[in-house]
């Protein structure tokens, strides 16, 4: 079926460490992808995104790299700190179907000093 | 700026009652989304306003579920004869525009944590 999922439900590192968070799509018709972080009791918050014309990007201390060959994205997130503890998850756009974002079920990050 | 608000952020009601809740976009931002989250789940797409029409509303599980905006701005999400299901946390965002082959950053909400006892 058309999804996003990710592939662990949760990921602990220590503070200093990388982090690399996963997540395979199913629909290779999509062609903009979305990285966004939850912490408790707040909305999604947009950390960054990736269309299909590319296979890596960059923001602060975050990179997002696409392989559109085995349908994978992920984040990695640089000397990840305590306050990077959220819920990560991975959204899907399909053009054909308008702009509703496909997302997965979540990763959840733990950051430990 | 003010960013995406929602009301009221918790809501407690009884099961068969109707519920209303509501979305006040970022100004100027011209698409609306409605999602729900589920305890320990994604989010699940509801339905999406271009201004006052909704081209999509492919997600909205029953026709107890209805949604409608005014004004091209603030939109109401109303849940009809509420069941124990419909539990979840609402989210509402909101973009710039919309269009097949465009995307743009949504932004999001606090959301409403709707209890159906």
């Known amino acids: 079926g058309e999804s996003v999922g990710l592939h662990l439900p949760t990921l602990s590192v220590q503070e200093g460490d990388n982090s690399i968070i996963n997540c395979a799509y199913s629909n290779s018709a999509s062609d903009y992808f979305i990285w966004y972080k939850q912490e408790s009791g707040k909305g999604p918050q947009f950390i960054i995104d990736i269309r299909s014309n590319m296979d890596k990007r960059q923001g602060q201390r975050v990179t997002v790299l696409l392989n559109k060959t085995v349908k994978h994205l992920s984040l990695q997130i640089a000397a990840t700190q305590p306050g990077d503890s959220a819920v990560y998850f991975c959204?899907?756009?399909?053009?054909?179907?308008?702009?509703?974002?496909?997302f997965g079920k979540g990763t959840t990050l733990s950051v430990s000093s | 700026g003010a960013g995406v608000s929602q009301s009221p952020s918790n809501k407690v009601t009884e099961k068969g009652k109707d519920v209303e809740l509501r979305c006040d976009p970022i100004?100027?931002?011209?698409?609306l989304y409605w999602y729900r989250q589920s305890l320990g789940q994604g989010l699940e797409f509801l339905i999406y306003f271009q201004g006052n029409s909704a081209p999509d509303k492919s997600g909205l599980p029953s026709d107890r579920f209805s949604a409608e905006r005014t004004g091209g701005s603030v939109s109401t999400l109303t849940i009809q004869r509420t069941q124990q299901e419909d539990s979840a946390v609402y989210l509402c965002a909101s973009s710039l525009e919309v269009g097949l082959d465009v995307s743009y950053e949504q932004y999001f909400g606090p959301g409403t944590r709707l209890t159906v006892t």
């Open positions: 100004s100027g931002h011209t698409a």
């Open positions: 959204a899907e756009n399909m053009a054909q179907a308008g702009t509703a974002l496909i």
